[in-house]
């Protein structure tokens, strides 16, 4: 009596713990083992490409399978010889942990995750002669053993989805996934979702303000600043077989002959952050080509690329963070939810505004307009959020006068400001309210200049390119423009 019931408790929580992983974990292509599920794909395709192919399951981050043991190998090789010619090889996880070292060493070589970090793997059966000088490692089931080969060989591949991993899955996730068609390549990592679209080119101002995939996303061309985000994107250059992909990664100072330093990580709505990771391909950087794009000879693959010259770029979207804005250069792009259930606010930028264009300089802007679901319980409404940026130049100045005027003199001499259309205007670094900038300009004699329309916008068009992008927010810690006399 005693024993049986002893026995039930322990079975019965046997029984309960079928995990979700384990549940969905069937059919003849995969098998569940340990506590990974395997999916054998019979699909050629090249490793990088492979990698991007592991979404069977969201949430689980899926990649190329890791032999970890001995019973992994056992199981993945049933699983071969049970789906398909035992003689199959398949590509794994491994890659090289140094790919400018020795790919002889045994011990340059370790599982990748799908985000570019590794684990160390031990008791791998390489056979004598192996690793050769070669980036990637199948493993082939008909004598139990793994070899090196180059990346480009298109073969199957078997992905596998950890229940360590498990994350839960986001919309995000979703979207990405929901994105990818044999012309669009994505890779979901990190709460990031990168996307390629091999065949579509652009020149930096357009691929700038082009991530625009994923409403609701904060979308923009991809940053790389660590060894592990430039993996993922080279992993999507490789797959696409593109040989130049750009990236948000700029030289904002146009005069600079320097092409090793002053390199900006840019989006179409925040300030220019720097950046010093710059791991440059064979001959370059070259000066006076102020954009990065990656290139073939990973790690090594930072390439210096023209303005105007068309590349396809890799966008990444990630969830919108509010923040503070602080100074004239911030920016603020909210996605809110709140007040009665359902009420979601979204916020969508408008269309670019035509280019206004005065002497050599084009500025344009939008709109964050803000959408509120009808049931949200009635609030304030937001403010609208402007964004300006420059746009296409080269057009002649319809009048000029080289006539220095005291005023005119004045201004020049005052650092940020801009002498337009008899005025002399500046962008002035200060937070308050709008009565607090307006008194402020008062004390410098002059006033206010209360108006962003497309006129004012375009005679003040070289002040604001003084900046990459400058947001003005109406609301506290607003950019405020002087105006000081007329
Ligand atoms: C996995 O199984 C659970 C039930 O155990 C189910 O709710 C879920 O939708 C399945 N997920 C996938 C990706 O099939
Ligand atoms: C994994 O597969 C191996 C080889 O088939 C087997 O011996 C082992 O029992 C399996 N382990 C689990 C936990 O399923
Ligand atoms: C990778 O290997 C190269 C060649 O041996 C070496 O110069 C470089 O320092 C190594 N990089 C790292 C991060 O260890
Ligand atoms: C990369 O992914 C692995 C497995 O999902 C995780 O353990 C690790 O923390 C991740 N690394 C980073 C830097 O996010
Ligand atoms: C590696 O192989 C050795 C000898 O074959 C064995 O003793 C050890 O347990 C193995 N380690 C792992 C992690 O499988
Ligand atoms: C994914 O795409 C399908 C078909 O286009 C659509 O019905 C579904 O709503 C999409 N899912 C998400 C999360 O966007
Ligand atoms: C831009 O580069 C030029 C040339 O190197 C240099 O003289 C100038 O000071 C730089 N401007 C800024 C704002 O760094
Ligand atoms: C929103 O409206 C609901 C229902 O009218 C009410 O219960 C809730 O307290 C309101 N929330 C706020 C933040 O005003
Ligand atoms: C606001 O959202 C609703 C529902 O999602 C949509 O039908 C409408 O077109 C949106 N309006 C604007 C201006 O985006
Ligand atoms: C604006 O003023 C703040 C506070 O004095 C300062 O920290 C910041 O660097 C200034 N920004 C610019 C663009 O001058």
């Known amino acids: 009596m005693l024993f049986s019931l002893v026995i039930l408790l322990f079975i019965s929580p046997a029984v309960a713990a079928l995990t979700d992983l384990q549940a969905n974990c069937t059919g003849p292509d995969r098998r569940y083992n340990g506590t990974s599920c395997y999916v054998l794909l ?10 991007l192919s592991c979404n069977h399951y969201l949430g689980y981050s899926g990649h190329l399978y890791h032999i970890r043991n001995a019973a992994i190998q056992a199981a993945t090789s049933l699983l071969i010889s049970t789906y398909s010619a035992s003689t199959d090889w398949i590509w794994t ?69 950890e229940e360590a991993l498990k994350l839960p899955v986001t919309d995000l996730e979703k979207k990405c996934v929901n994105l990818t068609s044999s012309s669009v390549l994505t890779s979901f990592v990190n709460d990031v979702c990168y996307v390629l679209q091999p065949a579509v080119t652009k ?64 989006t179409p709505t925040n300030p220019p952050e720097l950046t010093t990771f710059l791991p440059w391909a064979t001959s370059y950087p070259t000066a006076s080509m102020r954009t990065i794009g990656v290139t073939s000879g990973y790690p090594k ?8 010259a068309a590349y396809p770029f890799i966008c990444q979207y990630e969830s919108i963070t509010p ?17 009665g259930e359902d009420c979601t606010v979204t916020s969508v930028w408008t269309d670019w505004s035509a280019c206004s264009q005065s002497c050599d300089k084009g500025i344009r802007s939008r709109v964050l307009m803000s ?44 650092t940020g400001s801009h002498f337009a259309y008899s005025s002399c205007y500046f962008l002035a670094n200060i937070s ?35 900046f990459s992008s400058v947001q003005v927010i109406f609301t506290f810690n607003r950019a405020d423009i002087i105006d000081i006399g007329v």
């Open 323 to 339: 923040t503070t804005t602080t100074t004239t250069t911030t920016t603020t792009t909210t996605t809110t939810a709140n007040a």
């Open 42 to 51: 019979k699909i050629f395709k090249t490793h990088n490409a492979a990698k």
């Open 93 to 161: 996880g491994l890659e090289p942990i140094n790919s400018s070292a020795a790919l002889t060493d045994k011990n340059n070589w370790a599982h990748y995750f799908r985000n570019g970090t590794f684990v160390s793997a031990t008791n791998l059966s390489w056979p004598t002669g192996q690793p050769a000088a070669n980036n990637r490692v199948i493993y082939r089931p008909s004598d139990d053993k793994i070899y090196s080969k180059p990346e480009g060989t298109a073969l199957f591949h078997i992905c596998e989805y």
């Open 301 to 308: 693959s930072f390439a210096t690329l023209g303005f105007n």
């Open 203 to 266: 020149i930096y101002n357009d691929a700038k303000v082009a991530c625009n995939a994923l409403n609701g996303y904060d979308g923009h061309l991809a940053h790389v600043r660590t060894m592990e985000e430039l993996w993922i994107v080279e992993t999507l250059r490789a797959a696409a077989n593109v040989a130049i992909v750009r990236l948000g990664i700029g030289q904002t100072n146009t005069s600079s002959t320097d092409p090793y330093t002053g390199w900006y990580l840019t």
């Open 371 to 414: 959408n509120t679901s009808s049931n949200c319980n009635s609030t304030s409404t937001p403010t609208p959020t402007y964004q300006y940026e420059s746009c296409a130049t080269e057009v002649q100045c319809k009048s000029s006068s080289t006539k220095i005027t005291t005023l005119k003199s004045e201004c020049m001499g005052k």
């Open 432 to 466: 308050g309210t709008q009565a607090d900038a307006s008194d402020y300009c008062v004390t410098q004699g002059g006033q206010l200049a209360s108006l962003f329309g497309e006129d004012l916008v375009s005679q003040l068009g070289s002040l604001f390119l003084q």
